[in-house]
């Protein structure tokens, strides 16, 4: 049973900064790719930021670039999303997902939970 489970979800001023975490268990392929989505009241669940697990490719949504960074660790199986410069349209639920080789973000293997953001204005 594979297992993802977000945390560092909160509430923060515009401006301020978060991160949120992923925790991966279970029985996973050797290789995968380790993405955030942000879904916000009545809107549709949107790409954020993707890593791969060797950590040598990233890559990141428009909206987001130079004020997100999505890595590795420190604990095993681990991947953060650092949140800086928050913007109040940031708010959203926040989920990490997988997809292995061979499939894509159109359709996941593994989806966490998600934890919630807020930023006030």
């Known amino acids: 049973q594979v297992q993802l489970v977000e945390s560092g979800g909160g509430l923060v001023q515009a401006g301020g900064s978060l991160r949120v975490s992923c925790v991966v268990s279970?029985?996973?392929?050797?290789?995968?790719?380790l993405g955030w989505f942000r879904q916000a009241p009545g809107k549709e669940r949107e790409f954020v930021a993707e890593?791969?697990?060797?950590?040598?490719?990233?890559s990141y949504a428009d909206s987001v670039k130079g004020r997100f960074t999505i890595s590795k660790g420190p604990v095993k199986n681990a991947v953060n999303l650092q949140m800086n410069s928050l913007k109040y349209e940031d708010t959203a639920v926040y989920y990490c997902?997988?997809?292995?080789?061979?499939?894509?973000?159109?359709?996941?293997?593994?989806w966490g939970r998600g934890t919630q953001v807020t930023v006030s204005s």
């Open positions: 997902a997988i997809h292995y080789p061979g499939s894509s973000w159109a359709n996941p293997n593994y």
């Open positions: 279970g029985r996973t392929a050797s290789t995968y790719v």
């Open positions: 890593i791969n697990w060797s950590g040598s490719g990233v």
